[in-house]
């Protein structure tokens, strides 16, 4: 059951969205060679605690981080540690904050010094993708319709989409109906209604769709082995569109 939020709830959900948009501001302003992402899960920790939430992550089905840092091949849930930061690397920060109940949830991948030119072109065409579906978003659309402008969006760059992890719904709990993916036919799936509240997050590779699991259980990588990028929005769709929650304060 997909569940539409009331005005209060959509309140709260864009504080907890606030929070998280500022937390990237923040990190984004650290990023730097030699900054370890430990440094950067302290740095987002304390201020989503700051405002008053509670990291939306830490200890969600055991794992350890305040934030998802995850670099070059690695797609999503890298687990902060001592790695240090290399000019050229990419990073991609998935944060989320819960806020009186409710949470939060946006991933934006960065460039670290100066990063070549498919690392640039991958982030482009990945961040485009998110705003190509978000346009599809609208009441009475059908929601594999998102799916569908990511997926060509995407493949006409000639980059790939993961298959395995897709975007969802989001509210009291960090993972509800409906499941989203980044691909798919359009004019199928759920109508959308005012009220919804859902996380779309394209996940994107330079060369084949394949990812797998390290031993750690939790870190996603590319089986090639090439760059990865995530980026992802928590929008609520209104009476005319939608709006997107994780915006910065100010």
């Keep these: 059951m ?11 959900m864009r504080e907890a969205g606030r929070i998280v948009a500022d937390t990237h501001r923040l990190l984004q302003k650290s990023i730097q060679p ?9 740095i987002a920790e304390n201020y989503i605690r700051s405002q008053g939430a509670i990291p939306s992550f830490k200890g969600y089905n055991g794992f350890s981080g305040s934030i998802c840092a995850s670099v070059n091949d690695e797609l999503v849930h890298g687990i902060p540690s001592a790695r240090k930061l290399k000019d050229g690397d990419i990073i991609s920060l998935d944060i989320g904050a819960q ?4 949470h939060g949830d946006s991933a934006w991948t ?18 485009r993708s998110l705003y190509m579906g978000l346009a599809e978003a ?3 659309a059908r929601l594999f319709t998102i799916s569908n402008a990511i997926q060509r969006c995407v493949e006409e760059e000639g980059f790939s989409i993961v298959r395995e992890y897709v ?4 509210g009291t709990e960090l993972h509800e109906e409906p499941q989203i993916p980044n ?11 005012p009220g919804m509240v859902l996380a779309i997050e394209p996940m994107v590779n330079v060369g084949e769709r394949y990812v797998k699991t390290l031993q750690d259980n939790w870190t996603v990588v590319t089986v090639d082995g090439t760059l990865c990028a995530h980026f992802e929005h928590t929008i609520a769709i209104t009476p005319d569109g939608y709006e997107i929650l994780t915006k910065s304060g100010s």
Excluded at 121 to 127: A, G, H, M, Q, R
Excluded at 167 to 170: A, D, K, L, Q, V
């Design 183 to 193: 691909y798919g036919p359009a004019g199928r799936g759920p109508r959308l209604k």
């Design 110 to 127: 960065y460039g670290v010094g100066t990063i070549s030119d498919t690392a640039k072109k991958l982030l482009e065409v990945t961040e």
């Design 99 to 102: 806020y009186k109940g409710y």
């Design 34 to 42: 030699d900054i370890t992402t430990k440094e950067l899960d302290q």
């Design 2 to 12: 997909i569940i539409c939020k009331s005005a209060a709830e959509l309140e709260l």
């Design 167 to 170: 975007g969802h719904g989001i």
């Design 138 to 140: 609208k009441p009475d």
